[in-house]
C-alpha cells in the first residue's frame, strides 16, 4: 500500500464524484506504465479506450462497455507460462488496467505497481523497498495532475485541491 498516495487522495477527494475525471486521468497514467507487460488484446484495447475517453474521443458507454470486458478479461486472465513472476505482472497490469477504467484510480495504482515490481521476478514482492521507486512516482504523479499539468479538458476545477508541499 503507498500511504502517501492514499493521504494524498484523501486529502483532495479523489473518491468524490467531482474527481471522477481526475480519477480516471490518474489511472490512466499509472497504467500506461505497465502497458508493455499487457499480454491480451482486449487489456490493451481497454486501456486504448481509457486514452481515447480521457482525451474525449470515446463516450461514457464505451468507457462502461470496456470496464465491463475487463472485469471479466481480468478475472479469467490464463496468466503465461514464465517461472520468473512475468505471469503475476501481467495478470497484475490487466488487474490495474480493469481498475482504472472502473475509476478505482487507487487500486489501479497497486496493481500496476504490483506488476512493475513482479515484472523484477516473483522474488522482488517480499522486499517492500523495491516498490519506493514506483510509489514516489505515483504520488508525484497525482500532485501533477492536481496542479493542473494534465487535467483532462472535461475536468472541473482542481484548485480547491492543493497537493502538499
Known amino acids: 500500500m503507498n500511504a502517501a498516495l492514499t493521504q494524498l487522495a484523501a486529502d483532495c ?30 487489456a490493451i484495447a481497454g486501456l ?5 475517453f ?12 470496456a470496464a465491463e470486458r475487463l472485469k471479466a478479461v481480468a478475472s479469467h486472465h490464463r496468466g503465461s507460462q ?8 501481467a495478470v ?12 478505482r484510480a487507487l487500486e489501479a ?7 512493475t515490481v513482479y515484472a523484477y521476478g516473483g522474488y522482488a514482492v517480499q522486499d517492500r523497498s523495491t516498490f519506493e ?8 504523479a497525482l500532485q501533477r495532475l492536481l496542479a493542473g499539468a494534465a487535467t483532462p479538458p ?11 508541499a
Open 13 to 42: 477527494g479523489l473518491a468524490s464524484d467531482a474527481q471522477t475525471p481526475l480519477r480516471l486521468a490518474f489511472g490512466l497514467a499509472c497504467v500506461q506504465r505497465v502497458r508493455h507487460l499487457l499480454e491480451d488484446p482486449e
Open 133 to 140: 521507486p514506483e510509489h514516489q512516482w505515483q504520488v508525484q
Open 109 to 115: 495504482a497497486n496493481y500496476a505497481a504490483y506488476a
Open 48 to 52: 486504448d479506450t481509457l486514452a481515447a
Open 82 to 89: 514464465s517461472l520468473d513472476g512475468s505471469a503475476h505482472a
Open 154 to 164: 472535461s475536468a472541473p476545477s482542481l484548485a480547491a485541491c492543493q497537493p502538499p
Open 54 to 65: 480521457t482525451a474525449g474521443m470515446v463516450d461514457a458507454a464505451t468507457l462502461a462497455d
Open 92 to 103: 497484475s497490469a490487466t488487474y490495474a488496467v480493469a481498475n482504472a477504467l472502473a475509476g
